[in-house]
């Protein structure tokens, strides 16, 4: 058996086996294989394995890889620049990465141009670490409200980025306040804003984000191993 089909076979029974602990059904976790630096072969291999879901960090890397490989669809995980959102446009089922006012208008006057709507997530720095991206807890509610109220994007939920732990129970208080967020923001009923998808969870710590509500993991390393980056080798 190939060594991808190996994990990616591993990772969905840890995601079942996490789901079914909290009394959640496992069919309602996305998986989506974060494939950064990995070669488009290795995509092409999983999607034949029937994964569907992929996520990116780089904007060339994503539309390189889409162009090539359309048939699967690909989600924007990483810090995204604004002056690269008219390349995105298009070639992304979903922005998790909005950390900004800023970027938020610039997809929506893009999108405009375009004649798209634009499904994105807010992305909430969920420990408050100064190296990280996203709006924090206080932040969340004004800036949901304010980028929810732009023509051309709908917001469909929360990216939560936690801090890089090797004990996962180190971060179930954050997961748990994500959630808790998003249901939050759910209850107030505000236009044009469904707080349907909760992405949370990597590697180290996706089983633990599971049993606090996660409907989307970002997997990378457990399904196509360490990432090797230039410059990294030596
Ligand atoms: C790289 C990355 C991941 C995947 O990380 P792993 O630890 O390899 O699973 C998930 N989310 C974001 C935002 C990332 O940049």
């Known amino acids: 058996m190939s060594e991808l089909k190996t994990n990616l076979e591993n990772v969905r029974r840890r995601i079942s086996e996490a789901a079914e602990r909290a009394g959640r059904d496992p069919g309602e976790i996305c998986l989506i294989a974060v494939s950064k630096t990995k070669p488009l072969e290795m995509i092409q291999e999983m999607?034949?394995?029937g994964q569907q879901e992929f996520?990116?960090?780089y904007v060339s890397e994503l539309v390189e890889k889409q162009e090539a490989f359309p048939d699967v669809s690909y989600h924007m995980i990483g810090h995204l620049q604004t002056n690269k959102v008219k390349k995105i446009l298009g070639k992304t089922v979903l922005i998790h990465s909005v950390d900004s006012w800023h970027l938020a208008?610039?997809?929506?006057?893009?999108?405009g141009k375009k004649g798209i709507i634009q499904p994105i997530l807010l992305e909430i720095n969920g420990?408050?670490?100064p190296s990280k991206y996203g709006f924090s807890f206080e932040e969340a509610e004004d800036a949901l409200r304010k980028i929810a109220a732009l023509p051309g994007i709908r917001i469909e939920g929360l990216m939560g980025v936690a801090p890089d732990v090797d004990d996962p129970e180190?971060?179930?208080?954050?997961f748990r306040k994500l959630f808790q967020l998003s249901v939050d923001i759910g209850e107030k009923n505000i236009?044009?804003?469904r707080m349907k998808i909760l992405s949370m969870g990597m590697?180290?710590?996706f089983e633990t984000a599971i049993e606090e509500g996660a409907t989307h993991v970002r997997i990378g390393t457990a399904l196509f191993g360490k990432r090797i980056y230039r410059g990294d080798e030596l």
């Open 47 to 49: 999607a034949a394995l």
């Open 55 to 57: 996520g990116e960090n």
């Open 105 to 111: 208008e610039t997809i929506s006057r893009e999108a």
């Open 127 to 129: 420990g408050n670490e």
């Open 170 to 174: 180190e971060n179930r208080v954050i």
């Open 191 to 193: 236009d044009n804003v």
């Open 203 to 205: 590697t180290n710590d």
